[in-house]
């Protein structure tokens, strides 16, 4: 069996159609990651040492199996001197989308991007509490 053929027989199987798409996200980080750096001509080593690092974090990245944080997001996107952008994309949704430059609700389904130039890095203490379960772990902690 050709590549080719076990490739169109993957696409068959739902199961791997799911995985694909749970996956997509960090595959496209992945593919992202590699073509910038390789497009510097820098190895994985030169590129940790950028991030502050250890470069199996970015072979761990560059072959999808890495699930990065935003500040780490953060440290790429400062080393290769581009702007991180984070989306989430309604396309597959019947949400309508917010034009968020113009204020307003489109009528069509939207793509909304969020960019993040030099997110602040907060203390713990300035970090906002999101549900009562982080409230109530904030709490234990600073009782202690």
């Known amino acids: 069996m050709k590549l080719s053929e076990y490739r169109e027989q993957l696409q068959q199987d739902p199961d791997y159609r799911a995985a694909e798409e ?3 996200p960090l595959l496209d980080l992945a593919d ?3 073509a910038q750096r390789l497009a510097r001509g820098w ?3 030169d ?9 199996a974090n970015i072979s761990r ?3 999808g199996l890495a699930n990065p944080s ?4 953060q440290k790429l996107a400062a080393a290769f001197d581009v702007r991180l952008s984070i989306r989430l994309d309604a396309e597959h949704s019947n949400v309508r989308g917010v034009n968020a430059s113009a204020g307003s609700v489109s009528s069509e389904v939207a793509e909304a991007a969020i960019p993040v130039p ?3 890095l907060r203390a713990a203490a300035d970090q906002p509490q999101w549900n ?3 409230l109530a772990s904030s709490i234990q902690e600073s009782a202690q």
């Open 22 to 24: 749970e996956l997509r």
């Open 43 to 45: 190895s994985q080593a």
């Open 132 to 134: 009562a379960r982080a």
């Open 61 to 63: 990245l560059e072959s």
């Open 118 to 120: 030099n997110w602040p």
């Open 70 to 73: 935003v500040r780490f997001l």
């Open 32 to 34: 992202m990651v590699l």
């Open 47 to 55: 590129l940790a040492e950028r991030v502050g690092t250890k470069q």
